[in-house]
């Protein structure tokens, strides 16, 4: 549950951040630049949550390129979301004055969407290490 809250809270981040940036500059409000700033928030998601790629290229017993297939995965995750929300739903209501396809809190639902997704994918499986706890020895047969 506590990696479920951390994915969510990471990938909500980023993807405010990026979808303000995009504001920022102009771009991302619609059109042909919206599938752009949406699929990077999925990309930098898919880099930066769960095992980020910097601990997937010092752990040598992990490939790096599962970092690259979170971040291609990524950036059609958020492309698709963006297509669901636009397309489909075409959200009318309004947040704070500004509307819900405002690139911040739509970066940011998208962000937190897949974040959510990819640390959870990432914490199953792996175990806490108990370092406290002293290994067996096995006994050699006489």
Known sequence: MVKLLVGLLKGAVIGAGVGYGAFSIGIGAGGATAWLTYGVVGL?????????????????????????????????????????????????????????????????????????FVELDDAIGTQPSDKSKPKPTAKKPE
């Open 44 to 116: 930098l998601v898919g880099l930066l949550v769960g095992r980020p790629l910097w601990s997937l290229i010092k752990d040598t017993s992990a490939t790096t390129w599962v970092g690259v297939l979170k971040a291609a995965f990524g950036f059609g995750v958020g492309c698709g979301l963006y297509a669901l929300i636009a397309k489909a739903w075409s959200p009318s209501f309004e947040i704070a004055g500004q509307p819900w396809s405002w690139p911040p809190i739509l970066g940011g639902a998208i962000g937190a969407v897949y974040g959510g």
